[in-house]
């Protein structure tokens, strides 16, 4: 009996086994999907994974990263608490399930979560950080700066803690605490952009127009894409009479945010006041599209049909707002004075009476008022008579930062200006931004040309992010092909051509070990075969860019990589693409002496290879030849990389 167990149990193990490695795989896999934003992809993997392994929490948990960055925050919430129900141990998973509730307004559940993570790990100030925005949101504000006092007794240069107290003062009113918090948060770092932002927000709020633009002119020099600075420093400046100056900031906050509401309303009044009349009856076209029932546009509008010669059409928005506002005076008084030029005179006489009667604001018929400027209301304060003052917001939100490392792109170490990525075999043709260029090689056409056109092969650097259709489709591919290869074999001629495709919808689907087999395999069946190298040293490239993410020392193998790629060049020393691939590794090492040799041999080949004067533009910035890489860099946007131009834009600034 006791054989017989011994027995099973020997051959069970090997199962077992086999098991946890296609799990483990399947995870790394999928965590490789998620590093190159494959979202859809990734979580095909993360399926298999919970389908043959319901009970590990890793791959609920990685599903609900992918769920996130995807904006299925119900959904990375649900995936997160089905890990926590297998681990609840691991602080990450409150974490993300805390974010996750954030952006779905549940303040009181994601205090939940930090509470309970803050049990497991007391020193994260990340979490306390979260725990704190949470309850202001919540208005919670003495469990608020009890959470600060903690925050700044454990790290007392924490400058953000300081700003958040700063804030919650604000809320309480307690302007001189909140300034006092404020400079202490500036005094610590200087390069926080909504520090200043929230400064210049009270000099707002006290009329000290200097000192507000001077304050939001260092938050735009740090954060320049914040819409809500530009409209802030517009209003210092309308009120400091820079009119031109104002003007430039409400473009540009409408360049950033064009349903901005607060920029496009008071734009046309800016533009009303300084006679751009048909431009400002755009401005308040497009804030009555945004809110069909807004009388105070509606009622500057009608003035500035009123002043163009479009009577009637002032004469409905003043009907409008008369019914609303039966007793606004200035609005029967306008309305009559287009009556009469219309010669419609009972009409006029009727409003006149009625203006007369009241003995109200007897202003001259058909003077447009000028711009109050000294005066602002709120955007809920419908008085009529404020019609020609600038708006602000009821409330002056401050743009909550949540601290996490699930903020913007998955690879949050990259820089702005990467590099263009390496070219690599794929089943989608290769399309610049602007125009299509088809990617060429010899051998590649001619090993086309004995494939069936949907087996072709095309050359891309670009590959499409995969939706969940097309995952299945090259799902479908890769089994079809196990297929040919279990009866083939991988190790004669005729395992050659179902190698390398099942290698390159491998790649496709980012599972690059396998590839790497495959092509390894392809190479001990023909080791000229420069297609081969030339992929496998993508493909190694791309798991190296991966590992070294998660901390692995990737020097060796990216040896290999550059050695591939000279096998491949020494079978095909004609393809361009080679070379701009080494390029790409040398410049990955620094090397940009050699990285530009091999650029440049690239565009000996192919004049037209965008790519690579986008990346030798790069690399030639990156060692202080400024005129050269420029120069580069416009040949790039010429040839269909436009975003070459905000970096000549940058560097010339």
């Known amino acids: 009996m006791r054989k017989r167990i011994v027995f099973f149990i020997s051959l069970i193990l090997p199962l077992v086994a086999k098991a946890q490695f296609n799990t483990d795989r399947l995870v790394t896999i999928g965590r490789s999907a998620l590093y190159f934003e494959d979202y859809v992809l990734s979580m095909q993997y993360f399926n298999q994974a919970i389908s043959a392994k319901p009970y590990l929490y890793e791959p609920w948990f ?115 605490k909140a300034i006092e918090a404020l400079d202490k948060s500036l005094e610590l770092d200087p390069y926080d952009g909504g520090a200043w932002s929230v400064r210049a ?104 049909l009123d002043k163009t010669g479009d009577l009637r059409g002032a004469i409905r928005d003043y009907t409008k707002v008369i019914k609303e506002f039966p007793n606004f005076w200035t609005g029967l008084q306008y309305r009559a004075a287009c009556y009469r030029r219309l010669g419609m005179v009972k009409q006029a006489e009727a409003d006149e009476f009625r203006v007369y009667k ?35 917001a009821d409330e002056q939100d401050v743009e909550h930062e949540y601290e996490s490392e699930y903020r913007g792109r998955v690879q949050n170490h990259k820089v702005d200006m990467a590099f263009m990525p390496m070219f690599e075999l794929s089943y989608e043709q290769h399309r610049t ?27 891309n650097c670009n590959p499409a992010v995969l939706d969940e259709k097309k995952s299945a489709r090259y799902f479908s591919y890769i089994d079809s092909l196990s297929t040919v290869l279990s009866r083939v074999g991988t190790t004669g001629a005729e395992a050659v051509r179902p190698l390398i495709n099942r290698a390159v919808a491998y790649s496709v689907t980012q599972n690059f070990d396998s590839a790497i087999e495959d092509l390894t395999a392809c190479l001990r069946a023909d080791s000229t075969m420069a297609m081969a190298y030339w992929q496998r040293a993508v493909c190694q490239w791309k798991q190296n860019e991966f590992n070294a993410s998660q901390g692995d020392d990737i020097t060796l193998k990216s040896d290999k990589v550059i050695d591939d790629l000279t096998q491949a060049i020494r079978f095909n020393g004609q393809c361009a693409y080679l070379y701009y691939n080494r390029g790409n590794i040398y410049a990955s090492r620094k090397d940009y002496d050699r990285a530009i040799d091999e650029y440049t041999r690239a565009l000996d080949i192919d004049r037209n290879l965008a790519e690579a004067y986008y990346n030798r533009g790069l690399v030639r910035l990156l060692s202080d030849k400024t005129a050269e890489g420029i120069s ?22």
């Open 62 to 176: 990685y599903r609900a990263v992918a769920k996130y960055y995807l904006d299925d925050f119900s959904g990375a919430e649900s995936d997160c608490s089905e890990a926590i129900e297998r681990n609840p141990y691991v602080v990450g998973l409150y974490e993300l399930r805390g974010l996750s509730r954030i952006r779905q307004e549940k303040y009181d559940d994601a205090i939940e979560d930090y509470v309970q993570a803050l049990k497991y790990d007391p020193e994260n100030r990340m979490l306390w950080h979260n725990r704190v925005l949470c309850r202001i949101q919540k208005k919670d504000y003495d469990a608020a700066l009890a959470d600060i006092d903690t925050v700044l007794t454990q790290w007392s240069t924490y400058a953000r803690g300081y700003a958040m107290r700063a804030e919650v003062y604000m809320q309480q009113k307690d302007t001189v």
């Open 358 to 392: 009241a003995q109200l604001y007897k202003h001259l018929y058909g003077t447009q008022p000028r711009l109050n400027k000294e005066q602002l209301r709120k955007r809920s304060d419908i008085d009529p008579d404020k019609y020609n003052q600038l708006v602000v």
């Open 433 to 459: 931004e602007v125009k299509p260029y088809m990617a060429y090689d010899r051998q590649v056409d001619a090993y086309n040309q004995e494939m069936p056109v949907a087996d072709h092969i095309y050359i």
């Open 632 to 653: 580069d860099l416009s040949k790039a946007g010429e040839l269909g990389l436009y975003m070459a131009y905000s970096v000549i834009k940058r560097y010339r600034k």
């Open 201 to 304: 927000v009270i000099s707002l709020s006290s009329a000290k127009w200097q000192e507000a633009e001077e304050y939001l002119d260092k938050a735009i020099h740090l954060v320049p894409k914040q819409s809500g600075n530009y409209i802030n420093r517009a209003l210092a400046r309308v009120n400091r009479n820079n009119l031109r100056g104002a003007m430039a900031d409400y473009d540009t906050a409408l360049d950033l945010d064009p349903n901005n509401f607060l920029g496009h309303y008071n734009r046309g009044l800016l533009r009303a006041q300084v006679g751009d009349d048909n431009r400002a009856i755009t401005d308040f076209d497009f804030v009555l599209g945004l809110e069909p029932d807004n009388m105070m546009a509606l009622f500057n509008r009608a003035l500035l």
